[in-house]
């Protein structure tokens, strides 16, 4: 059956790296006989654009009919005073499809350890997974803002808790066994119950250690001991700050892919980056944040495990063949990175 992969190649960078990862599919589909069509669709600021709203009507349609939908990055400086955002658009459609649960893996190429900025004892065997809450919490709770004063009001229910850091066992129970459940237990009620609820679930998963951080310190570990964690699992603010944190770890933003499922309904792949504009148009983004997210998709809404181990290995092999973008320090264009992932199929 031929599978329905809804794009959304947004703002900035966004056009370039689609681009880069629809090659790549194109090139592993024949390899493992994976039959589909892709259906791009307006998003973000170029949705504003064009159509004057972040998430047009046909495109959530087309979002929710879809088997998958592949995201890119949205998001410019250009709307920073705009009456509405590109990132509206983001969030309402996160919250359309109940995409509660944001995977993020962190893993470091041997081929790049000697050039994050940490040195390679450090990061040698660091593999872990953090999973973000991405429908609740202070993104989702309401927002006032008034001339002399503004609040966010920060709100989780027990239940939406409860799902998270179930799925935050159950990749650990596939991994290293090991949750490290990461709140600010010592000052905001949300946590207190976070911390309550992850206690309780911990009791379904006897096989599974569950451990506490602080936020605060979870941030300065992640640096200094970041071969320690298997699985951390967080709420939404939190999970933003520390996965972008931990893209110091292979040294840049531009190899880190992201996963996000509902509990019913498509899945929706993107790298954990924004449309960089300061990079945008001139060709040399790193695409591997997107072609990872491909590999992501394969392997987790169509079961295609051998195509995302292809995508990754080529991935690798690249990586180790010294073909490097400028974020890597190398001087490989967008272009000629895609190309070198799709020799090495
Ligand atoms: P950013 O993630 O876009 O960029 C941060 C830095 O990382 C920049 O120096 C950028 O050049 C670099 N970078 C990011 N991706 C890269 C890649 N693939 N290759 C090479 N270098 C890369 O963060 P920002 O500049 O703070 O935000 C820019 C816009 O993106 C904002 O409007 C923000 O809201 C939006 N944003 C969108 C998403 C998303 O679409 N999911 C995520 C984060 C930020
Ligand atoms: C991300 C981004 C988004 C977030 C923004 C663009 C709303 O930073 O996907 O990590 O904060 O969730
Ligand atoms: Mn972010």
């Keep these: 059956m031929t599978k329905k992969i809804v794009t959304l190649a947004g703002d900035g960078i966004g056009p370039e790296i689609m681009a880069a990862g629809l090659e790549v599919l194109a090139a592993v589909a024949p390899k493992i006989n994976f039959d589909y069509q892709v259906e791009a669709k307006d998003f973000g600021g170029a949705a504003i654009d064009r159509q004057g709203h972040p998430l047009p009507e046909a495109t959530l349609e087309a979002a929710q009919a879809a088997d998958a939908i592949l995201l890119a990055a949205i998001g410019g400086p ?6 509405v955002r590109p990132e509206q658009g983001l969030l309402a459609l996160r919250k359309a499809l109940g995409l509660f649960a944001n995977i993020r893996p962190v893993q470091i190429f041997p081929a790049l350890q000697h050039l994050s900025p940490l040195k390679s004892e450090i990061i040698a065997g660091v593999d872990f997974v953090v999973v973000r809450e991405l429908t609740g919490g202070i993104y989702f709770g309401e927002h006032t803002l008034n001339a002399r004063d503004a609040r966010d009001i920060n709100a989780y229910t027990y239940e939406e808790i ?4 179930r799925v935050a066992f159950e990749l650990a129970r596939d991994r290293g066994k090991k949750v490290t459940s990461v709140d600010k237990q010592n000052v905001l009620a949300t946590s207190k119950l976070w911390r309550l609820v992850a206690e309780e679930v911990a009791k379904d998963y006897p096989d599974v250690i569950l451990e506490h951080a602080l936020v605060d310190s979870l941030a300065m570990k992640m640096i200094t001991n970041p071969s320690d964690f298997d ?6 603010l939190f999970g933003d700050i520390l996965s972008d944190e931990s893209s110091v770890l292979p040294g840049t933003l531009g190899v880190m892919p992201s996963a996000s499922h509902a509990d019913n309904g498509p899945s929706l792949y993107e790298p954990i980056h924004g449309s960089a504009p300061d990079i945008a148009g001139l060709g040399i983004a790193n695409p591997i944040s997107m072609i990872l997210s491909v590999a992501m998709m394969l392997r987790e809404s169509f079961g295609e495990i051998a195509g995302a181990q292809y995508i990754e290995h080529a991935v690798d092999k690249t990586l180790r063949d010294g073909v490097l973008t400028k974020d890597l320090g190398g001087q490989a264009s967008l272009s000629e990175m895609t190309a070198a992932i799709i020799a090495n199929l």
Excluded: G, L
Aim: proline share 0%; aromatic share 6%.
């Design 162 to 165: 409860d799902r998270i850091i």
């Design 78 to 83: 250009q709307y920073n005073d705009a009456a």
């Design 231 to 236: 699985v951390i699992v967080t709420e939404n």
